[in-house]
T-cell receptor, first 115, second 117 residues
Framework: EAQVTQNPRYLITVTGKKLTVTCSQN?????MSWYRQDPGLGLRQIYY???????DKGDVPEGYKVSRKEKRNFPLILESPSPNQTSLYFC??????????????FGPGTRLLVL | AQKVTQAQTEISVVEKEDVTLDCVYE???????LFWYKQPPSGELVFLIR??????QNEISGRYSWNFQKSTSSFNFTITASQVVDSAVYFC??????????????FGKGTKLTVNP
């Protein structure tokens, strides 16, 4: 089954304790991206990757890191989480534009609470 | 600037009513893609439809239909004979290619649809 998986689905942590949210897709997609969803602000892009070892900032990258060592995985790293990073996080993947299937498929989401 | 506006914040209907969710977009790109996603109470984002800017043909899928009109920059979504299971937040999104190569989605704020039995 084609899917995007994220782990953990729920996480409660404390300020300053490093954490990683994993994202994996099995569709051989080049493009992967992280979004966060906040009430009243909608979904905003954090980071994206066009391919292995190619990553770049989205609209709200502060406080986050990513890596793309393998095509299927795109972990989101919070080196020193703060309460303003409490949010619902989504990983998404797709083929690149022009490859015939431009739909971005989303993972199930990770609810993060930073105390 | 790229923008997606969903003017209806919340809509409440009674089961079996038809309901239309509005989406208006702004873009200077000539090539772009429009999407609708459904976010049920469980929280996941479910893809419903993709439409590219060169294809203005309306689409019907079961009780769902979409009306794309470039002249008014609108991509409206209609649910016919709504059901309680249609209760969700629905997002309209625009995919664009930025200078840096990102093909990010720009989302509207969403419309919360409640279908009452």
């Amino acid at each position: 089954e084609a899917q995007v998986t994220q782990n953990p689905r729920y996480l409660i942590t404390v300020t300053g304790k490093k954490l990683t949210v994993t994202c994996s897709q099995n569709m051989n997609h080049e493009y992967m991206s992280w979004y966060r969803q906040d009430p009243g602000l909608g979904l905003r892009q954090i980071y994206y990757s066009m391919n292995v070892e190619v990553t770049d900032k989205g609209d709200v990258p502060e406080g986050y890191k990513v890596s793309r060592k393998e095509k299927r995985n795109f972990p989101l790293i919070l080196e020193s989480p703060s309460p303003n990073q409490t949010s619902l996080y989504f990983c998404a993947s797709s083929l690149l534009k022009g490859q015939g299937e431009e739909t971005q498929y989303f993972g199930p989401g990770t609810r993060l609470l930073v105390l | 600037a790229q923008k997606v506006t969903q003017a209806q914040t919340e809509i409440s209907v009674v089961e079996k009513e038809d309901v239309t969710l509005d989406c208006v977009y702004e873009t200077r790109d000539t090539t772009y893609y429009l999407f609708w996603y459904k976010q049920p109470p469980s929280g996941e984002l479910v893809f419903l439809i993709r439409r590219n800017s060169f294809d203005e043909q309306n689409e019907i899928s079961g009780r769902y239909s979409w009306n794309f009109q470039k002249s008014t920059s609108s991509f409206n979504f209609t649910i016919t004979a709504s059901q309680v299971v249609d209760s969700a937040v629905y997002f309209c999104a625009l995919r664009r290619e930025t200078q840096g190569g990102s093909e990010k989605l720009v989302f509207g704020k969403g419309t919360k649809l409640t279908v009452n039995p």
